[in-house]
């Protein structure tokens, strides 16, 4: 028997599927093969627990293809599940549920997904609504409809012996004394802005543990969320507390999932907001005071006996919103450290009565627990012991090393300050997806690297950029202006930039403020995480210099964008023409093949076709956008940096029609393209390196005809380039 089971898609709802994954692995037995079917980001999650056989991951947002669409489809078909199981409630999961050809496909019958299910299960129901029943109940009653007995719900997970060795290290950089119970702080929040208790509380309550208990006090961070941590010691203005974004790690000590899970392992107490981190201290049996604000606590209820939830009633709560929607947060804001204070001491009195504190990994394997039952064999899994509540790896495993994924370079330089013009400084890392601001607050993001110039130019203050008129106005429309500025003074030397203006307004930003709703995306925004995205994703850009908007009350929505000139660069097409003599000329000298002109034209052909081959599309995909640094033509060593592409507001990732968008790129790229230096065997040259074969197929040749037609139609429309 093959078994496939969708798991969700956020951390603590991982954690609380434990026990219907325990409850299903007992039932069919070790001989069934059960295939986890997961987000990457979960993956860590459940390493070293003895449930799953295999994983298969998906991500319907990831530009990875084989993670999404068809392709994802054919791998689901080739594993040849008798049964799938949905613990999510999306209709896109029931969808790839039914593509994957499962005989049996069992799950919640809601959001329009009932016509995929074999075996439907239903919520139960409370005011014509969905009723607030425990994410971990409804898990378990997927397994009881599956035949399986009743089971605790007791959660697990567990730790690897790299995890227990970089807590090891974090204890030792620290020099936290192995012996002394340990009290660790969770302030981060994937969910929202609206989950997060201010770090000022966080630091007040850090200090008052670390002076009445004498306990050290631990940050546990990921590596977006190393600011905030860092606020909290700041905060604290204490020696015993501390956070895993301490100098003394370094910025690049690596922050995965099970470093911190080996810290909740071995903490005297949990200190947490409602976060996905929270819900490791039950699995590992470890006492937890949980901050609630936006969300109902019977949703997340883990049955956990050592937990103590605190909320503050507010009449416009829980309200399950990500970013608090009147702006004040008061549901997390009104949760005083006193109240905080009093929960943990109640826990810390209790846990001081007869528990052992939680040491190194070389202390815990003989302590109380591991158990004496001896380990068991899970294939293709090292040995484990089990305890408690936990699942304990025993001996270390072997196997290739993990590598931590260097931050991309745009979003590790960009910082961000929120609220009106830099009214309080929040410093966060720049995600690929920005988060938005209430109507009538303006916001700015500043690249650490030009923040000296900036402040000296001063144009650090988005009310001080949108007024800047003092460089050279180069192109202005109803809505964008585009300008370039020359940056004097120490910091600057000379610098220059190119800044685009944008206002808009529209009946959508226009209802949006009168709703008092978020800021929608504005075109600087948009721009700056594409460049973000794309940086990610290994194509070089231009650099983000900073981004700003503002939505007024009236409706109108300001944005602006601030990137840096590329010293040393040139627009494709310029180069081509300054580099290159036209064709059929005496300073052509005959030569049929250019060994420089081949090297540029391959290594902007490489750079389009991974453009496309991670599913974007540009729109405005002109040789002008294409910046060509001077050596790019004769140096081999100047890679990917070579060639950089600007102007992104219009870059997409569009599935549907998705051959047609291709199309439209390819016939503009060759449209400006100039005739005088370009010929057509080296177009049809560019085009082979593109699709990276050396003779075309007939689906390439149909792909090249549909190319032409556009470029024809371009020609008849606009004129012949020149």
Known sequence: MKLGIFLPNWIGDVVMATPALRALRKHVGPQARIVGIMRPYVADVLVGTPWLDDRIYFDPRSKNPELRGWRFARALRRERFDTVVLLTNSLRTAFWARMSGARQRVGYARDGRAMFLTHKLYAPMAGGDYAQQPTLDAYLRIAYALGCPRESTRMELATLPADEQAADEVWRRLEIPADKPVVVVNSGAAFGASKLWPAAHFGRLARRIADEWGYPVVAICGPREREIARQIVAEASHPGVMSLADPRLGEDFPLPIGLSKACVRRAALLVTTDSGPRHFAPAFDVPVVTLFGPTFISLSETHFAKAIHLQRKVPCGPCMEKICPLGHHQCMRDLSVDEVYAAVQSQLVAA????????????????????????????????????????????????????????????????????????????????????????????????????????????????????????????????????????????????GMFMKKHHVRTIGSWLTAKLGRATPRSPGRIEAENAARLEADGIRCMPVVAFGEKLHTSGLLESFILTDELAGYTQLDHFLRRRFAPLNTPACGGQRRDRDFDRLLARVAAVTGRFHRLGYNHRDLYCCHFFIREDAATNDTSGNDGVRLIDLQRVEQRTRWRRRWIVKDLAQLAYSAPRAQVSRSRRLAFFKAYLGVAKLQPADRRLLRSMLQKQWLMEFKLGPSQ
């Open 352 to 495: 001081s009565e007869g528990q052992k504190p939680r040491g190194p990994y070389e202390s815990w394997q003989d302590d109380a627990y591991t158990s004496g039952g001896g380990p068991l064999v899970i294939p293709a899994e090292p040995w484990h012991t089990r305890s408690g509540g936990a699942t304990v790896l025993a001996t270390p495993t072997t196997g290739a090393q993990r590598t931590a994924l260097a931050e991309p370079p745009l979003v590790a330089a960009l910082r961000y300050f929120d609220g009106p013009d830099r009214s309080h400084d929040r410093i966060a890392n720049l995600p690929l997806r920005v988060p938005a601001t209430a109507a009538g607050t303006a916001q700015i993001w500043i690249n650490e690297r030009f923040r000296p110039a900036l402040a000296e130019a001063e144009l650090d203050e988005f009310t001080a950029v949108m007024a800047a008129t003092s460089g050279r106005l180069m192109r202005a429309l109803p809505d964008r202006e585009n300008w370039w500025l020359h940056l004097g003074g120490r910091h600057a030397t000379g610098r």
